[in-house]
């Protein structure tokens, strides 16, 4: 889904695509709704469509995880501080071919960064483009700044800023987008100063995209408003969200067992981290409640073949 915000700005989406940058582009290997009414078919999938217990024909999302997750998740990035899961979204860029083609100097929040996978695909793209990163772990921000320095024919040279904050509890820092150069009326107030502003510098004047791949899902979703809300805080007028996350039924879902559910197509890992499952209703009603405005909307059905074993897997994401 592209959203844009009135006056303001924010895009949803994503497609899939095979790993090579020149490789075909597929989202559509198959209908979502056969996918839908294949599960919803099948008496062993019964309990993915339930009421959550202790819910009366509850909306999608009411009920919150036990715990808030932010602290599993740093426990994942340090078991795997090797970054043996990193692998390049080179399909973003065909998915999202306003990042390649932006203007020159764009600024990119990425949110949620993880180990780098998704900044280093769009710092490769155009050598204009600055990538400011957070994430709530401060190992993984370490492995991704390793990873992205490391990476050949890459020169981030004052274009990877990479800092610490968990979205789905704190505001963005002032010196992204502050008070005083979103609204006029504002008294200029520096809370803090980064080293890399230069001195006449009161923020770095927004954001011309925010991207949230993956990460709306690992919050609680609850708290998913707010973090919407933060996202759009930062962005110039015009500017865009671009969102990728996982779709209603997809095969991770399927794949959880009843007692690991903890809310309406909310799900908790046995290691405490969390996914929610998307349908389009839901992610529309999310960020339109923000204040964007809809572009592009859909779901990215994607049909994958286990090498080894030739099995077949249907994989769906919600991507705008």
């Known amino acids: 889904m592209e959203v844009q915000e009135a006056g303001g700005g924010g895009e949803l989406g994503s497609r899939a ?17 056969d996918l839908r009414a294949e599960v919803e078919a099948d ?23 036990p715990q808030h997750p932010s602290e599993a998740w740093r426990c994942f990035h340090r078991r795997h501080a090797s970054g043996k899961f990193f692998k390049e979204r080179r399909y973003l860029l065909k998915e999202f071919p306003e990042l390649p083609n ?16 998704t900044a280093v695909s769009i710092l490769r793209s155009n050598e204009s483009i600055s990538v400011f990163a957070c994430d709530c772990s401060k190992d993984t921000l370490e492995k991704a700044n390793e990873i ?23 505001n963005f820092p002032d010196w992204l987008f502050c008070k005083a150069c979103r609204n006029p009326s504002h008294h200029k107030l520096r809370k ?10 009161c923020c770095v004047g927004g954001m011309d995209f925010v991207t949230m791949i993956f990460t709306l899902s690992a919050i609680p ?3 998913m ?27 991770t879902m399927l794949r959880f067992l009843p007692h690991q559910r ?55 994401k919600t991507s705008g």
């Not at 020149?22 to 979502?32: G, I, L, M, P």
């Not at 990479?162 to 509890?169: A, N, Q, R, T, Y």
């Open 225 to 251: 408003p707010t973090a919407i809300e933060q996202c759009v805080s930062v962005l110039k007028p015009g500017g865009l969200l671009l969102f990728r996350d996982y779709g209603l039924y997809d095969m």
């Open 102 to 117: 932006s203007k020159e100097c764009a600024k990119i929040l990425e949110v949620g960064c993880g180990n780098g996978s």
């Open 192 to 201: 803090e100063h980064p080293v890399f502003l230069r001195e006449n510098q």
């Open 262 to 316: 903890v809310g309406f197509r909310e799900y908790m890992r046995s290691d405490g981290t969390l996914s929610y499952f998307f349908t389009l209703d839901t992610v529309r009603e999310l960020f339109l409640a923000a204040g964007l405005i809809e572009l592009e909307l859909e779901y990215c059905c994607v049909k994958s073949v286990n090498r080894k074993n030739g099995k077949k897997m249907q994989r769906y």
């Open 221 to 223: 979703f609850t708290l």
């Open 148 to 170: 992205i320095s490391n990476t050949k024919g890459i020169d981030v040279k004052d274009r990877f800023r990479p800092f610490l904050m968990d979205v789905s509890k704190e």
């Open 17 to 33: 695509g095979k790993d090579q940058a020149e490789a075909e582009y597929h989202s559509r290997d198959f209908e979502w709704e």
């Open 43 to 65: 008496p062993a999938f019964s309990y993915h469509l339930s009421p959550f217990p202790g819910q009366a024909a509850a909306a999608p999302g009411t009920a919150s995880s």
